[in-house]
């Protein structure tokens, strides 16, 4: 008679364990982060907080460790809208194209959508993700001039961002002063404009 082999079963139970708790540790990560969000609140602004999915293209959730400037965008993109662009950034981690993303985004309505937790790095001004709150304006248009609503919306979150973090006007800066980017076109090609907007700050 052929003694039937036995199939030490404890390992596969201790790897199904593991497994278990690996999963539960993570989604209890995931759900802790979710909830520990700075969901910026500013007087007399419409901000809405619409934060994007955890994912390696446009939310890494890395911690933000300090603010030292504040970076300013354009969608380049004429026309669209903060939410097409928000709904852009989340859309990423199904498509996989790019990594990329801002704190903020202000509409064509002068509406302002936060994506990021300002605890938490944003893809959108390379090696100045590291220590800065970026800001992605909408615009009507190819000039990249932004209309009168999301101008004055973007002064009034500039000068709530820079009374939060006690920075000074020459902390603001274009993507253009980081990288060379031709971002915000218009305030790169009318550098009299961009100097004007420092000034009201």
């Not at 994007?52 to 603010?67: A, C, E, M």
């Not at 994506?115 to 709150?133: G, H, K, M, Q, V």
């Amino acid at each position: 008679m052929v003694k039937k082999k036995r199939i030490n079963k404890k390992p596969v139970l201790i790897m199904v364990v593991i497994l278990m708790l690996i999963s539960l540790g993570s989604f209890y990560i995931a759900s802790t982060h979710q909830n520990d969000v700075e969901a910026y609140q500013v007087e007399g602004l419409p901000i809405q907080h619409q934060f994007l999915t955890i994912n390696p293209y446009s939310r890494s959730g890395k911690s933000l460790h300090r603010v030292n400037g504040i970076v300013i965008h354009y969608t380049a993109n004429p026309g669209s809208t903060a939410k097409n662009n928000r709904n852009y950034f989340e859309n990423l981690r199904y498509t996989k194209t790019t990594s990329v993303s801002s704190h903020f985004i202000i509409g064509l309505d002068g509406e302002i959508i936060q994506c990021i937790p300002l605890n938490e790095i944003a893809y959108a001004s390379n090696n100045r993700n590291r220590d800065t709150i970026s800001i992605e304006c909408c615009h009507p248009d190819e000039s990249g001039k932004f209309n009168e609503e999301t101008y004055n919306s973007l002064v009034k979150l500039v000068r709530a961002l820079m009374k939060t973090y006690h920075l000074q006007s020459q902390d603001v800066i274009r993507h253009y002063d980081v990288t060379g980017k031709i971002c915000p076109k218009y305030f790169v090609e009318h550098e009299d404009q961009w100097k004007e907007f420092l000034n009201t700050l």
